[in-house]
């Protein structure tokens, strides 16, 4: 199994992470709140199971501190090596945390790549932290989620001599920023979303900095402050950071890069100010010279440093990418190493996609002269809407801006052209009362969004699903079924709430929802661990088509928050990335290369292919699904879809 964990970057908010912990003392103090990234830099790994914990490099980047390392399974000797104060205690602690409170076995690590500076407040000991706790997670399957992996990570490095902080593990998130709060013993953290990329470049200084000093010194000013400079340092990681914090997400939402440099330099201030009075260590000389340098202000908007700070990392937003590559060529030509991150907007979902070429057999004879989704559903408005209309007002109440439908044939194009693009005569128009009159302008419009490919041969969803790459181009698309209406239960429609989460994870994504343990063998099962207080985001871990109820109860329960199991289907909406639509290719490609002509392209085949390298989010949405393939369900959904909401 291969593993990467990045290095992280604090944007904002440093030193809040422990100032937050103190509210388990006092009550006046506020949460603590950051702004954390994780680089592009980081460490990669392949592990996999051992009866020993070892670790081997082939790395160039730290052969000169590298020594490999193996020691038995024991709990006494791994906290022993943990407080050893040597290169792999941090590992050592880790490891020792899993196997008594996890009873694991031995994984053996093999670091094969390190881009990621040791030592220059971009925590590469929280991230060699994470990758141990990763392996253990992944390699034994004890379904722990990044924040339980984070956690883990942070009680391992506890148990060496370090004394990290809570938003070190960060780099669990990956390479994206994200907003981290600290109540007491309480952490959250929550995706961000940056509107236009924005263009950082941070330094390690290579100079001097005692972080273990300025720890210990701003610490004696918790948890009650006793004179008026402990007072101000309690305000400036209070509630000064946290309207600096609130400031800061707010910029990055709207792509106001000018505004977030000079936001940077005022928190540098401010740290300046009130913070750095409170300890002799954070008199950094190197650090000021840099951040004032004349000779990058023309390429900048704002800079800060990085970290517990000291004369250890500095950051900058440049102006854009060029002046970003200047100051980073810069930096390093005055003995510095530099390094780049460039923080990108996800791409917002534009296009969707709806497969409408099965027969409908289900629904036969109707179908010999009416497609299923033209079938009329009563809304509760008073209307009487054709299927395939209510999900495509859907889309355009979700921003949606084109939508492909992937028809059977070109025959069948007709129809659509006929409700969509046709006007009325004006003979059945005059028919019609003005609102009427006026909501047939409004099909119209629908109908210059719309585009068609062609399923031509009948080889299974995955394969309707890939006539549209050309339409998806490079991007994220929206994939909602064809015989299956949505019904929200917030003030957003089931597509808007799938978007709003796809910006903040930009993952491959399925809708899900809980079905009975009875149907479980009728449908595809997701198992995974939740990534959020409220149980609506799923870090999926495994798609099981169509189990058996034994095996469902035994291996695919996922746990509700009164520990009750729950089994969870697709509720009939996806984000797919343009991965899905690369593995669906090679799938293809081999059937042809095998000489297989017949065979279905099953979708959830690519999906579970893409999650393994990948990943994949299931969001639990505020709806409900109506399907419309047979009969029972069909009747189901022309009583309830129109009962007032």
């Known amino acids: ?43 990669y790994a392949e592990v996999e199971k051992s009866s020993i914990f070892e670790l081997y490099s082939t790395a160039d980047e730290i052969k000169s501190v590298w020594q490999d390392f193996s020691c038995r399974m024991n709990e006494t000797e791994l906290k022993r090596i943990a407080k050893s104060g040597s290169f792999f205690c941090y590992c050592a602690g880790v490891a020792s ?24 407040g971009l925590s590469s000991s929280a991230a060699i932290c994470v990758l141990v706790a990763r392996a253990f997670n992944q390699l034994y399957n004890l379904n722990l989620n990044t924040l339980g992996e984070m956690n883990i990570a942070y009680l391992g490095e506890l148990r060496t001599s370090s004394r990290c902080g809570r938003l070190d593990q960060a780099c669990a998130f990956g390479v994206k920023p994200n907003l981290m709060t600290f109540d007491g013993d309480e ?16 330094a390690d200084l290579c100079a001097e900095k005692d972080t273990i000093k300025i720890l210990s010194d ?55 100010e009130k913070i750095a009075p409170m300890s ?41 990418e060029a002046s970003q590559q200047k100051v980073a060529d810069y930096l390093n030509e005055k003995g510095m190493k530099a390094y780049t991150l460039t923080l990108k907007p996800v791409h917002t979902v534009r296009r969707a996609i709806i497969p409408v070429a099965g027969f409908g057999t289900r629904l036969y004879p109707s179908t010999r002269i009416i497609k299923k989704d033209f079938f ?65 302008n409004h099909i119209l419009d629908i109908g210059k969004k719309l585009h068609y490919v062609y399923q031509r041969e009948k080889r299974g969803f995955g394969h309707a699903v890939y006539q549209a790459a050309q339409f998806a181009g490079n991007e994220p698309v929206l994939l909602l079924l064809g015989d299956t209406l949505y019904r929200s239960q917030s003030n957003k429609p089931c597509a808007l709430q799938m978007i709003e989460d796809y910006e903040r994870y930009n993952k491959l994504m399925v809708s899900i929802h809980p079905i009975p343990l009875s149907e479980v063998s009728r449908y595809g099962i997701l198992h995974g661990v939740w990534e959020d207080n409220d149980h609506t985001i799923l870090n999926v871990t495994t798609i099981t088509e169509k189990p058996k109820a034994s095996y469902a109860e035994e291996f695919l329960a996922v746990r509700n928050k009164r520990g009750e199991k729950e089994y969870y289907s697709v509720f009939g909406q996806y984000i797919i990335t343009p991965e899905v639509f690369s593995q669906l290719h090679e799938d293809i490609m081999q059937k042809e290369i095998d000489g297989d002509h017949i065979s279905e392209i099953e979708l959830t085949s690519a999906l579970e292919a893409v999650r393994k390298r990948s990943g994949m989010v299931g969001v639990r949405l505020k709806g409900r699904m109506f399907d419309m393939g047979n009969p029972a369900a069909l009747t189901q959904a022309i009583a309830e879809f129109s009962a007032p909401q």
């Open 1 to 43: 199994m291969k593993l990467f964990v990045p290095g992280r970057l604090c944007l904002f908010g440093e030193h809040t992470d422990w100032a937050g912990h103190y509210r388990t003392m006092n009550a006046d103090i506020k949460p603590g709140a950051a702004i954390v990234t994780g680089i592009e830099q980081g460490i």
């Open 97 to 120: 945390y899993m196997l008594e409170w996890y009873k694991v076995g031995g994984v053996r690590i093999r670091i094969t790549d390190m881009t990621l500076p040791m030592k220059s």
């Open 187 to 202: 952490i959250e953290v929550r995706s961000l979303n940056v509107k236009k990329p924005l263009h950082w470049v941070f």
């Open 218 to 272: 701003l610490n004696k000013a918790y948890p009650f402050p006793n004179s008026d400079a402990e007072r101000a340092e309690h305000q400036a990681l209070g509630e000064q950071n946290l309207d600096i914090v609130e400031r800061a997400i707010k910029y990055m939402a709207a792509g106001d890069a000018e505004s977030l440099g000079k936001l940077m330099t005022e928190a540098e201030t401010l740290f300046d």
């Open 280 to 320: 002799e260590a954070l008199h950094s000389p190197k650090l000021h010279a840099t951040l004032h340098d004349p000779n990058i202000q023309s390429w900048i908007w704002g800079g800060k440093g990085v970290g517990s700070h000291g004369d250890g990392s500095v950051q900058f937003l440049a102006r854009d």
């Open 376 to 440: 009329p559903i009563p809304c509760p408005d008073g209307m009487v809407r054709p299927v395939i209309l209510i999900l495509l007002e859907e889309l355009i109440q979700s921003g949606i801006e084109e939508i492909c439908l992937v028809l059977g044939s070109e025959d069948e194009r007709q129809q659509y052209i006929d409700f969509f693009e046709t006007p009325l005569s004006e003979e059945h128009l005059r028919k019609l009362n003005p609102e009427a009159q006026e909501y047939e």
